[in-house]
Structures are given as C-alpha cells and as structure tokens.
C-alpha cells in the first residue's frame, strides 16, 4: 500500500514537473541558422505590431494585384480596338475571356508555388512573382492582337504565385494575437489593387486621346495606348521588389542543425523529448510537427470551398461593374467614361483602407470571423437588388450613390474573404500553410477563372433582352450575383463549415 502511494506520489510528481518544462521547452526550442527560430525569438521578445514587416507585407501584395483588375476599366475599348468582336454586343463575350485566362494560369501552378514556398521559403517565391509582374504586366500592355493579350495575361497568372505563400507569411510574421491584423492587412491590399487597380487604368489608358498636350498619337504610347497603365504597375513592382530586401524569411530551416545551448538538463530534455514524441507532435530528430492530411483535413477544405464560392461571386461583380458603368443607357448601363470609372474605384479603395485598419480588427474581435462573414453576405443580397436601378439616377445624385454603393459592396467582400483566410489559416500548422494556401488559391483561381467568362457571357445576354418580362436587361445580371452569395451564406453554416479541431 505505502508503494502503490509512494508511486502514485513520485508519478504525480514527475508528471506536475514535466508539463511547465515540456512548455518551457517548447518556448525555447530554438535551431541555429534557422530563419524561422529567429523570427519566432524576435515574435516573442517584441509583442508589439511589427508595423515594418506589415508595411512590406501591404506593399508586395498590392504590387502583385494591381495587374489584376487593372484591365478592366480599358477592356472594353481593348477588345473593340483588337476588332475581334464582330458586333458590339460580344464584346463582353470576348474580354470574359482575357479577365478568365490569369486566373486559369494562376490555378495551374498555386499549389506548385505553394509547396516550393514549404520547401525553400516564401521570400523566393514572393521575388519571382515580383519579377513576372515586372515583366509580362509590361508585355501585355504592348498587345497589339486579341491572341497576344491573351497569351501574356495566362503567363503572368503561371509565373504569379505570391498569393499563397504571403497569406502564409502573414500568419507566421507576428504574434498570434497580431494575425487577424496582419491577415486583413494581405486583405485590404488586395481589395485595394482590385479598386486602384482599375482607377489607374482608367485614367491612365489611351492617354493620346485623354492628355494630347502631353502624349501624342506617334509616340508610344500613341501606338499603344494601353501600355501606359501597365508600365506604371511595372514601375511600382520595381518598388515593391527593392522592398523585399528587408523582408525576414519565416519558414523554419533546420536541417540537423543543432538546438542552442539551454538550462534544461540532458536527463529532462530526453524525457520531454521522449514525451513530445509518444503524443505525435515530434515527428523526428529534427523537431518537425507530425502533419495531417491536407485533403482530409475538412475544417480546411470546407473553408476553402466556401471561399470558393465567394471570390466565384467578388470577381464576376467586379468583371461586371466596370462592363455595366460604361455600357450604354439604352442596354441599362450608367454611360461612363474610364476616367469615371476610375474615380469611383478610387475613392472606394481609400474608403477600404480606413475601414480595414481601423475598423476591422474590432469587428472580427466583436462578431468573431465566421459571423462577420455571415453578417456581410445577409447585407449585400439587398445591395445587389438595388443595382440595376441606379441607372434611374444622373449627374450628382448618381455619381454619389454609385460611390456609396462601390464602398459597402467591397466593404462587405473584405470582411467575407478575410474572414476565410483567418479560418483557413488556423486549420492547419505553420509547416503545412504554404501548401494549404497554395490550394485554396488553386481552387479559388479556378473559381475565379470561370467568373469572368461567365459574366462577361452573361452580360452580354442581358444586353440583349432589355425588354424582357421577368428580369429584364442587368435585374439578371444582379440576380445571379445573389444567387451565389445566398449558396456561399448558406454553406458558413454546420455541418458544413468546421470550426479547427473538429472531427
């Protein structure tokens, strides 16, 4: 009897001293020449935001969407100047197309660039994407055939796999209470090179006939005069690339490398060790975290299908709107010119930034990410109801309420996708983020690929059934939209969506 209790007593003991020393040595398990040790050390001897590295992290992807939705404020008269469209009611039809072929590229190799971000790193992934901005975006801008312009934007979605792994970096350059923060940070930006995206195509394409005291019909950008908005994405990519210097790599790299010298004795490193590995989360010598299946891991793949269906609806809108505001008002659209387009979509991109710095954070810590998203997709159904109406409106009254409009409908597709990113994210380990970002984005490229076509198709439809009964001209348009936000709003409900850690 005094054995067994000497026992029980000695067991009780052992295991009350090895769970703070297994977390104390969890905390201090740190590899030489590991960039991801290092930022785990700088993570927890500096709480505060890093503010630097979250600049940098805005600054690459805003370089990396700028091309695009860019083209879509000029598309229109692109795909007119390119005489592959017989009648002008296809040439929604054929510029579908130009906007569909970046995001079919793009989903052929996500999944590469996110394994290759595992493997070596997310900072060379995210220069090379850099540098296929650089160059093809200037490419397409010299098209000067409806095959060339499609051949350069499939190329820059091949070459332009930054999206996976900067989601994943995001997560991994702060602490965790920072992570929402920097997530919606890759969110706004991106929904800010969606919005200035178009605003500098607007304004910036067919600059001979726009600005003739400065650009004249035989210069350059006479010759080409879509080439202007691309060249200054360019130049903004260069920016971005030089900014990349300062960037700290966070994958970690340990390679055999030996542990730093701790306090903690052989003796109780062994046996934590020994512990760590009955209980799965050392795999080997090196320290690496036992993974699960990313396929079969369904709160990851339900939040992925989900963020599907939401970037299928965010990126058909977007093809849309632009078509819609400068389509004629006989055809229902808003008449108006790239340059009107484009202060819309610039006032609506400073409106996003004050409102994802400011006011996000709060929200998603008010809501929690899944009820934000909920809460968002509830409102846009009567937004889009309202759409097809505004072409009622003219001059002042119009411009502000398109204005408006823009501003809560993007606002609402920020809080949705960021919202995804958090739950995604979460559902896997830091080892596994590249590659489960490199499929989200894979699916959510196709996705994405099919909505322009889809809805440049069904535009040009509409177009020509103004006088319909049931649904006539753009009400279908919107229609549709809806549909898809009601499918996306439904399926963020169990037992669809799983929370992480769910079986």
Known sequence: ?????????????????????????????????????RQDRKNAAHPGIPYRDFFYIWLVTLCSTLPIQSVFPFLYFMIRDLHIAKEE????????????????????????????????????????SILSVIIVNSLFGLSSSYWMAITTRALLGLLCGILGPIKAYASEVSRKEHQALGLSLVGTSRCIGLIVGPAIGGFLAQPAEKYPNIFSQDSLFGRFPYFLPCLCISLFAVCALIACFWLPETLHMHHGDKLQDTSVETLEESLIDSDLKANGEIADEGGSVSKQSLLKNWPLMSAIIVYCVFSLQEMAYIEIFSLWAVSDRKYGGLNFSTEDVGEVLAITGVSLLVYQILLYPFVVKWLSPVRSIRLAAVLTIPLFVAFPFMSNLSGIVLKLVVNCASFVKNVFSVTVITGLNLVQNNAVCQEQRGAANGISVTAMSLFKAAAPAGGGALFSWAQKRTDASFLPGDHIVFFALNVIVVLGLLMTYKPFLAKPGAK
């Open 1 to 37: 009897m005094a054995t067994t209790m000497t026992t029980t007593t000695t067991t009780m003991m052992t295991t009350t001293m090895t769970t703070p020393l297994l977390e104390e040595k969890m905390q201090r398990r740190y590899y030489n020449n590991c960039p991801g040790c």
């Open 89 to 128: 009611e296809d040439i929604g039809f054929y510029a579908g197309f130009v906007g569909s072929t970046y995001m079919f590229g793009r989903a052929l190799t996500s999944v590469l660039w996110g394994v290759v971000a595992d493997k070596y790193g997310r900072k060379p992934v995210i220069v090379i």
